[in-house]
């Protein structure tokens, strides 16, 4: 067995040969971002990251609504978050896009009336 003198977890890698799993990434990252590392790597979903786009996407929208290219990268992440955690069809995706895009533009109609 392998180890890695940066960790004391191990992964099974092809048969029972085992390989430490931050033996790659460990000196490039920070004492912080090595902690930050250990917590992420216990989350399972995508749910807590859908949620942070979700918030992020709400501020984008009140602090910048006329900046679409932001809103509209904004939501392809999110869309592309959603189709990931779901495993959505292409199709699927696609009405997904289409219903955040409809929403998109009805927040727009809300912060910037068309004239008439």
Known sequence: MV???????????????RVSQKMFYHDGLSK?????????AE??????????LRVRLKTALKERPEDYALLVRGIGMLRRAVATQYRLSPRASKDLADSLGDLLG?????VAPSEQ
């Open 106 to 110: 009805r927040f727009g109609d809300l």
């Open 43 to 52: 989350v399972e979903n995508l749910d807590k990251e859908i949620a942070v």
């Open 3 to 17: 180890r890695s003198e940066h960790s004391s977890r191990w992964i099974r890698q092809k048969g029972t040969r």
């Open 32 to 40: 912080a971002e090595r902690v930050d590392l250990e917590r992420a």
